[in-house]
């Protein structure tokens, strides 16, 4: 028997014993196999599937269909790109510093004990139940040019006409980040008032008995045990910001373009190419996040189990 059929003969073994392997598999796991599956195949063809070719069209030429780079040189000479780079970041930065604080004095206020506590954390659940499309629009009523933010600024004297806060520039930008923490400060606050309530009681005891003020107690004992949760909320808020569409669009339009809009203006132009590789950007700047997360989080859970 020459050595390259005993190769052969040992590989098909090799196969066999996996594909029996497999076989007694799906046997024993039959129902969970076969409830999971649709799952598998909607991620398939409506995830992974349109994600790969978003990738694929950001590499060719809308002309020619040739693989090229040239998508990406034109995106970052692009003015509109770099200003919905910059307003992506700007928004993501800026909107997760101040849901953050405003997450964190909520849910500090809501981990104490006083009456209607119940109804105040039911009323804190009511902007993740409505739309984003319909925040949008409510959230025009209210700082479009003749809605209630510039009335309410006149009646106080402080302005004598209607300053238009959604013409573009950092004012645009902040009300689409208020937009955006009115809409999910609720999640934010549940994480953190989660990881409140998973602080022993035992250890503020032993703090008020050493005689620590309310800052130290907060400095020292809540806020490094509150980092996992705080950690948490950064990083999942972070993807979240990234991916933001709805609300710069509806309020603002091509006045204040993030990287999402910017892609879908591309694509609605006829431009698959620049669109794709606007999506495709955006996607890097998420999975880099979602790695931060793994590396941050899920590292850590890992060590604790063991």
């Given at each position: 028997m020459s050595s390259e059929t005993a190769v052969n003969r040992q590989t098909n073994t090799k196969s066999s014993a996996k594909w029996k392997k497999l076989k007694s598999f799906f046997k024993m796991y039959k129902l969970e196999t076969f409830m999971i599956l649709p799952l598998i195949v909607y991620m398939f063809y409506f995830t992974l599937t349109p994600i790969i070719n978003t990738v694929t069209m950001s590499f060719k030429d809308d002309d020619t269909g040739a693989w090229t780079l040239g998508n990406y040189q034109e995106i970052f000479t692009n003015i509109n790109f770099t200003s919905a780079l910059f307003n992506t970041l700007f928004i993501t930065i800026v909107g997760i510093v101040l849901q953050i604080g405003f997450a964190l004095i909520i849910a500090l206020l809501l981990n104490q004990e006083f009456k209607g506590k119940g109804f105040?954390?039911?009323?804190?659940?009511?902007?993740?139940?409505?739309?984003?499309?319909?925040?949008?629009?409510?959230?025009?009523?209210?700082?479009?040019?003749?809605?209630?933010?510039?009335?309410?600024?006149?009646?106080?004297?402080?302005?004598?006409?209607?300053?238009?806060?959604?013409?573009?520039?950092?004012?645009?930008?902040?009300?689409?980040?208020?937009?955006?923490?009115?809409?999910?400060?609720?999640?934010?606050?549940?994480?953190?008032?989660?990881?409140?309530?998973?602080?022993?009681?035992?250890?503020?005891?032993?703090?008020?008995?050493?005689?620590?003020?309310?800052?130290?107690?907060?400095?020292?004992?809540?806020?490094?045990?509150?980092?996992?949760?705080?950690?948490?909320?950064?990083?999942?808020?972070?993807?979240?910001?990234?991916?933001?569409?709805?609300?710069?669009l509806v309020m603002a339009g091509k006045s204040a373009p993030v990287l999402s809009t910017f892609s879908y203006e591309a694509f609605r132009h006829s431009n698959y190419g620049i669109s794709g590789a606007a999506a495709t950007i955006l996607l890097g700047i998420i999975v880099l996040f979602i790695i931060a997360y793994l590396f941050i989080v899920e590292r850590k859970n890992l060590k604790e189990v063991k």
């Amino acid at each position: 028997m020459s050595s390259e059929t005993a190769v052969n003969r040992q590989t098909n073994t090799k196969s066999s014993a996996k594909w029996k392997k497999l076989k007694s598999f799906f046997k024993m796991y039959k129902l969970e196999t076969f409830m999971i599956l649709p799952l598998i195949v909607y991620m398939f063809y409506f995830t992974l599937t349109p994600i790969i070719n978003t990738v694929t069209m950001s590499f060719k030429d809308d002309d020619t269909g040739a693989w090229t780079l040239g998508n990406y040189q034109e995106i970052f000479t692009n003015i509109n790109f770099t200003s919905a780079l910059f307003n992506t970041l700007f928004i993501t930065i800026v909107g997760i510093v101040l849901q953050i604080g405003f997450a964190l004095i909520i849910a500090l206020l809501l981990n104490q004990e006083f009456k209607g506590k119940g109804f105040f954390r039911t009323l804190m659940l009511v902007p993740m139940g409505v739309p984003t499309l319909v925040s949008g629009v409510t959230l025009l009523f209210i700082f479009g040019q003749t809605g209630y933010f510039n009335e309410l600024l006149f009646r106080l004297g402080v302005v004598d006409t209607q300053p238009f806060w959604l013409g573009g520039g950092i004012d645009t930008l902040f009300v689409i980040i208020f937009a955006d923490m009115w809409k999910v400060l609720p999640l934010t606050v549940l994480l953190l008032l989660a990881g409140l309530q998973s602080i022993s009681k035992d250890v503020y005891e032993a703090s008020s008995i050493d005689g620590a003020s309310s800052w130290q107690t907060f400095w020292s004992i809540t806020l490094p045990l509150l980092k996992p949760s705080i950690t948490m909320a950064v990083i999942l808020r972070a993807i979240d910001s990234f991916r933001i569409f709805e609300l710069p669009l509806v309020m603002a339009g091509k006045s204040a373009p993030v990287l999402s809009t910017f892609s879908y203006e591309a694509f609605r132009h006829s431009n698959y190419g620049i669109s794709g590789a606007a999506a495709t950007i955006l996607l890097g700047i998420i999975v880099l996040f979602i790695i931060a997360y793994l590396f941050i989080v899920e590292r850590k859970n890992l060590k604790e189990v063991k």
